[in-house]
């Protein structure tokens, strides 16, 4: 079955820097990518998604970019805020049913 | 459109008791997915319901079972309750016509087992 990895595990950066998650997947029929933001507390919130047909997609902030040859994709998150500060999940699936996998998550601190 | 729903959202039992949670997903969704949410496993996939039949399922252990109504509704079940199934339960709907669609969580039910 599926497996995605995702690192690193931990990340701080300073206020206004750019931040890098990258995950990686088994399987190549795998052709949907979506990244959750989850605050301490909250439940995980859909931040941005990719299908295997687009290389690249961006909404503001955050751009995730998918290399289907090397299984991996990887979110991009410029210009740094507090706000930013979460547990991100990656995920992959297949479609037709299905389910999801997810990344173990990466933390995310925003330092002023 | 109303999001996704969970009841109860916390839950204390005690071991070798069970537990029914429920998920009311957005309307006009079909699909529910349960997972396990843990500091240490992170999020983990139990099972997948589209129209009433259960598609896919994870891998844990028979004590834990659901099931989904024909309004969509869905409720999972964990019998026998054990110390290591305290965890943040987690539901997600979708429309999941054909193509893979964005999943919705809810709130999630957070359980503490003594």
């Known amino acids: 079955g599926e497996n995605v990895e995702q690192h690193p595990s931990t990340l701080s950066v300073q206020e206004g820097d750019s931040a890098v998650i990258k995950c990686t997947y088994s399987d190549s029929a795998s052709n949907y990518f979506p990244w959750y933001k989850q605050e301490l507390g909250k439940r995980p919130q859909l931040i941005i998604d990719?299908?295997?047909?687009?290389g690249e997609k961006k909404d503001q902030r955050i751009a995730v970019t998918l290399n289907k040859t090397a299984k991996h994709f990887s979110l991009h998150i410029t210009e740094t805020q507090p706000e930013d500060s979460a547990v991100y999940f990656c995920a992959a699936s297949l479609s037709y049913g299905q389910n999801f996998v997810f990344g173990p998550g990466t933390r995310l601190s925003v330092l002023p | 459109k109303a999001g996704v729903t969970q009841t109860p959202r916390y839950l204390i039992k005690t071991r070798g008791q069970q537990v029914t949670l429920s998920c009311s997903p957005i309307s006009g969704h079909r699909s529910v997915s349960w997972y396990q949410q843990t500091p240490g496993q992170g999020l983990q996939f139990l099972f997948e319901?589209?129209?009433?039949?259960?598609?896919n399922k994870g891998n844990f252990p028979g004590r834990f079972s659901g099931r989904q109504f024909s309004n969509s509704r869905s409720e999972m079940n964990v019998s026998t309750l054990e110390l290591g199934d305290s965890a943040l339960y987690l539901c997600a709907s979708s429309w999941l016509a054909g193509e893979r669609e964005t999943q919705y969580f809810g709130p999630g039910t957070r359980l503490l087992v003594l």
């Open positions: 319901y589209f129209s009433e039949t259960q598609r």
């Open positions: 990719i299908r295997s047909n687009v």
